[in-house]
């Protein structure tokens, strides 16, 4: 008896050992080691314009990408881009397979369990899009409704959270192409990129036409992310975007994407 209640303990105690081992590994890499790396690698979806966008000849640019880029230079280190969906940003950086997450990342409570983030540079929101002639007017006629958004984002959580019937896609086209179809009564998405992409969609369209309500979904701050281990690096990055917002640089690059600009302290 006493040999098997020993074995039970010693196995439970080890499933803590690696339990505990497991959870207080940090991925994240170090100022120092970024800068003996010689680069930042950054996880992207670059379906999300004007922050990132995939060019013909397979380049990413963008809003985010400028300022990585200003990051990168005052770090002494180049840019690396990988590109994915969405939905594999966060975990690809958690599990430190890439350096920083800049996929328009909102910063929430949930998030910041899993992952260190920057302090915000901007403020966004979630706007609605609806086809034009939609009874849907303000944010109170989506109740009962059905909406697409892109999987992953806090369009998707905070959608399902509030109640509403949700379609969630990979790609924000798909989503966008959930309400032309009438797969949806509605598709939430970030403000700015909505923009981007009603503006496209309706000067390659004559039939459909979409629209975005003046009424927003919800307000929030964007930041950068990294994996727990890379504070020294989070604060140093801090530094830099703070004298790019104080100099106005970050806002002379949303300008140069036609872009409005949102500091995240305007509320």
């Known amino acids: 008896m006493k040999s098997k209640v020993f074995k039970i303990l010693a196995l439970a105690v080890l499933a803590c050992i690696c339990l505990t081992s497991l959870c207080s590994c940090d991925k994240g890499k170090t100022l120092a ?31 985010e990408i400028d300022i990585m880029q200003e990051i990168c230079d005052s770090l002494g280190v180049e840019l690396e881009i990988a590109q994915m969906s969405f939905d594999s940003v966060l975990p690809g950086v958690i599990a430190g397979k890439y350096d920083v997450g ?14 260190l983030f920057t302090d915000p540079y901007c403020l966004a929101a979630q706007a609605i899009v609806v086809v034009a002639g939609s009874d849907i007017q303000t944010k109170a006629d989506l109740a009962g409704k059905k909406v697409s958004v892109q999987t992953g984002t806090t369009a998707e959580s905070y959608c399902m ?35 981007e992409m009603v503006k496209v969609y309706n000067a390659e369209n004559n039939g459909t036409e ?54 995240p302290d305007a509320n």
Request: charged share 25%.
């Open 33 to 63: 080691e970024i800068q003996s790396a010689g680069k930042l690698v950054i996880a992207t979806s670059p379906d999300f314009p004007p922050f990132e966008n995939l060019n013909s000849d397979g380049s990413v640019t963008g809003i």
């Open 102 to 115: 800049v996929s328009g990342i909102t910063v929430t409570e949930k998030r910041q369990k899993n992952s």
């Open 161 to 195: 959270d509030n109640g509403y019937t949700v379609l969630a896609y990979e790609a924000n086209s798909d989503a966008e192409n959930a309400v032309v179809t009438g797969k949806v009564d509605a598709w939430v998405i970030d403000d700015l990129t909505a923009a």
């Open 210 to 263: 979409l629209v975005i309500l003046s009424e927003a979904m919800t307000t929030e701050p964007y930041a950068f992310a990294f994996a727990f281990g890379s504070e020294d690096l989070v604060e140093e990055v801090n530094k830099i975007l703070k004298k790019m917002a104080d100099s106005g640089k970050i806002k002379e690059i949303f300008e140069k994407f036609d872009a409005p600009f949102t500091a």
